[in-house]
């Protein structure tokens, strides 16, 4: 925030009170403003420039300018059928929004790596460093920008109608700094046409709200102050068991982080008329790491499948060169999420496991050693009794059971395995952590039991099936107005029962 402006008091953090009241106000002038189309949307753009000034004013004009710059570039593309005039104007948008993050997201991280090298090879030079602050959130709303010249240059849709209804694509407040990274084939049709608010869409987004400050405040926060942050600062204090649960507990951290974020966002965006992309879906329950990344951060992985690894040959140019992409693609969205080795490292590895997971579902073909074993078992003859087929068919689920109960928990460690380094301040300090864990040092003082509840109900909601959730969701927007306002009561006094001394923020925003 900056000093002496008239909104430099206010709060935009999705769990604070400022917000809550700044989405009221919205909500009310916007729907005020229905019949007229275009002054809704001058006044969401308003809204969510004014959402975003709350960190730093000046940074608005850095949305403005790639705005503005990928909306003509946009717009040229479609017009011209000249192909090398065409990618010249894509190169041109890529080199603005890519050069845009190199300076005030890379550009001090790259410095210092090339001064370390001239200082190994005998030369004493200084880095070169950039006194900015890295604006919030600008890593999705430029790879959103970038998405849009590249499907125009595709021919996959056509440009935006109108500057302004761009502007708020790419600045529409819910999703602006942590996602999700709407596509804008998603996005511009709602513009176009009238919005409508339902009772059920009403009642829906007030639910996704909600159950996001639930997770946010009373499972994110809770986590990382009384055991992800203590544990991580100094590890050589506690015991390899309360490492372990502190590596457990970071995982559930982020995930209930930023996934309740994203359900405050759709949510809000419900409420306005909008309706944004899932992008959670359990992603602990997955059975392998291409399982898991179809589950976590669904909008990135997706834009990265899509704009990087696709682009990178695919599965379309060999093995090899398949392998190659993903790794490449997956350190590339490690450095995407910040300018540090560790983020570097992470995405590595889990490029690394994808490959290897590609490469031997590759191999063991359309039979594995599980299907044989429950093949065999339901393979019934027709002199079975029916009480040998019932014992057979019930232990092929057995077995298939627990194969996949396996594969969760395998996927689920090597996830946290990764989480280490994602979490870490340095690559040393992550080392520091794998070190204590290898200690294998037994007790579990720090870990209260009400950290151990958390726990256990942490991964029981992340567990809860999306039928028995949709059951919830719409079960609550069926209810008369009172009663889903008393709800709405309770869960306020539970968020406040458990909120810190301070908002903390999201994780993600400072991507």
Same mark, same amino acid.
């Given at each position: 925030?900056?000093?002496?402006?008239?909104?430099?008091?206010?709060?935009?953090?999705?769990?604070?009170?400022?917000?809550?009241?700044?989405?009221?106000?919205?909500?009310?002038?916007?729907?005020?403003?229905?019949?007229?189309?275009?002054?809704?949307?001058?006044?969401?753009?308003?809204?969510?420039?004014?959402?975003?000034?709350?960190?730093?004013?000046?940074?608005?004009?850095?949305?403005?300018?790639?705005?503005?710059?990928?909306?003509?570039?946009?717009?040229?593309?479609?017009?011209?059928?000249?192909?090398?005039?065409?990618?010249?104007?894509?190169?041109?948008?890529?080199?603005?929004?890519?050069?845009?993050?190199?300076?005030?997201?890379?550009?001090?991280?790259?410095?210092?790596?090339?001064?370390?090298?001239?200082?190994?090879? &005998?030369?004493?030079?200084?880095?070169?460093?950039?006194?900015?602050?890295?604006?919030?959130?600008?890593?999705?709303?430029?790879?959103?920008?970038?998405?849009?010249?590249?499907?125009?240059?595709?021919?996959?849709?056509?440009?935006?109608?109108?500057?302004?209804?761009?502007?708020?694509?790419?600045?529409?407040?819910?999703?602006?700094?942590?996602?999700?990274?709407?596509?804008?084939?998603?996005?511009?049709?709602?513009?176009?046409?009238?919005?409508?608010?339902?009772?059920?869409? +009403?009642?829906?987004?007030?639910?996704?709200?909600?159950?996001?400050?639930?997770?946010?405040?009373?499972?994110?926060?809770?986590?990382?102050?009384?055991?992800?942050?203590?544990?991580?600062?100094?590890?050589?204090?506690?015991?390899?068991?309360?490492?372990?649960?502190?590596?457990?507990?970071?995982?559930?951290?982020?995930?209930?982080?930023?996934?309740?974020?994203?359900?405050? *966002?759709? &949510?809000?965006?419900?409420?306005?008329?909008?309706?944004? =992309?899932?992008?959670?879906?359990?992603?602990?329950?997955?059975?392998?790491?291409?399982?898991?990344?179809?589950?976590?951060?669904?909008?990135?992985?997706?834009?990265?499948?899509?704009?990087?690894?696709?682009?990178?040959? &695919?599965?379309?140019?060999?093995?090899?060169?398949?392998?190659?992409?993903?790794?490449?693609?997956?350190?590339?969205?490690?450095?995407?999420?910040?300018?540090?080795?560790?983020?570097?490292?992470?995405?590595?590895?889990? +490029?690394?496991?994808?490959?290897?997971?590609? +490469?031997?579902?590759?191999?063991?073909?359309?039979?594995?050693?599980?299907?044989?074993?429950?093949?065999?078992?339901?393979?019934?003859?027709?002199?079975? =009794?029916?009480?040998?087929?019932?014992?057979?068919?019930?232990?092929?689920?057995?077995?298939?059971?627990?194969?996949?109960?396996?594969?969760?928990?395998?996927?689920?460690?090597?996830?946290?395995?990764?989480?280490?380094?994602?979490?870490?301040?340095?690559? &040393?300090? *992550?080392?520091?952590?794998?070190?204590?864990?290898?200690?294998?040092?037994?007790?579990?003082?720090?870990?209260?039991?009400?950290?151990?509840?958390?726990?256990?109900?942490?991964?029981?909601?992340?567990?809860?099936?999306?039928?028995?959730?949709?059951?919830?969701?719409?079960?609550?927007?069926?209810?008369?107005?009172?009663?889903?306002?008393?709800?709405?009561?309770? !869960?306020? !006094?539970?968020?406040?029962?458990?909120?810190?001394?301070?908002?903390?923020?999201?994780?993600?925003?400072?991507?």
């Amino acid at each position: 925030m900056v000093p002496g402006l008239p909104w430099s008091g206010w709060n935009m953090q999705f769990n604070s009170v400022e917000f809550i009241i700044f989405l009221v106000v919205v909500f009310t002038v916007t729907w005020q403003l229905a019949r007229w189309r275009l002054l809704q949307t001058l006044f969401l753009l308003a809204a969510s420039y004014f959402f975003y000034a709350n960190w730093n004013p000046w940074y608005l004009f850095l949305i403005l300018f790639t705005s503005s710059v990928d909306f003509l570039v946009g717009g040229a593309i479609f017009r011209t059928s000249d192909q090398r005039r065409r990618k010249l104007l894509l190169i041109l948008s890529l080199v603005t929004d890519l050069g845009v993050l190199a300076v005030f997201k890379y550009f001090n991280f790259f410095s210092a790596q090339w001064s370390a090298y001239l200082v190994g090879r &005998g030369l004493a030079v200084d880095p070169l460093v950039l006194s900015v602050a890295l604006p919030v959130g600008i890593s999705f709303f430029t790879f959103q920008s970038m998405s849009y010249t590249i499907d125009v240059y595709r021919r996959q849709i056509e440009p935006a109608d109108s500057y302004w209804q761009y502007l708020l694509f790419v600045s529409f407040f819910p999703q602006l700094v942590a996602g999700p990274i709407v596509r804008a084939s998603v996005f511009l049709p709602q513009l176009r046409q009238p919005r409508g608010l339902s009772r059920e869409m +009403g009642g829906i987004g007030l639910f996704l709200i909600m159950s996001g400050m639930i997770k946010k405040v009373c499972f994110a926060d809770y986590l990382g102050a009384n055991l992800v942050d203590r544990v991580f600062e100094d590890p050589s204090w506690f015991t390899s068991a309360e490492v372990l649960a502190a590596v457990y507990a970071f995982a559930f951290q982020i995930y209930f982080d930023f996934s309740g974020y994203s359900d405050v *966002a759709i &949510g809000a965006a419900l409420l306005l008329g909008f309706r944004l =992309p899932d992008n959670f879906r359990s992603p602990y329950t997955a059975v392998n790491l291409r399982d898991f990344w179809r589950r976590w951060h669904i909008s990135l992985s997706t834009w990265l499948r899509d704009y990087l690894y696709i682009p990178l040959g &695919g599965s379309r140019r060999g093995r090899g060169r398949t392998y190659l992409a993903l790794a490449a693609t997956m350190v590339l969205g490690g450095l995407w999420h910040g300018a540090a080795w560790t983020f570097v490292i992470w995405g590595a590895l889990h +490029g690394v496991a994808l490959a290897l997971t590609r +490469g031997f579902q590759r191999f063991r073909g359309p039979v594995t050693v599980r299907a044989m074993i429950t093949g065999s078992l339901l393979s019934f003859g027709p002199q079975d =009794p029916p009480w040998a087929r019932v014992t057979r068919a019930t232990s092929a689920v057995a077995i298939d059971s627990v194969w996949r109960l396996g594969m969760i928990l395998l996927t689920f460690h090597f996830v946290c395995f990764a989480w280490i380094f994602f979490k870490a301040k340095s690559y &040393g300090h *992550a080392m520091a952590v794998l070190g204590k864990l290898a200690e294998l040092t037994p007790g579990t003082a720090n870990v209260v039991p009400t950290i151990s509840l958390a726990l256990f109900l942490a991964w029981a909601l992340h567990c809860l099936p999306e039928s028995v959730v949709g059951w919830c969701t719409r079960k609550f927007s069926r209810l008369p107005g009172l009663v889903q306002g008393l709800i709405m009561v309770g !869960v306020g !006094v539970l968020v406040y029962t458990f909120a810190q001394a301070e908002v903390r923020p999201f994780i993600y925003f400072q991507f």
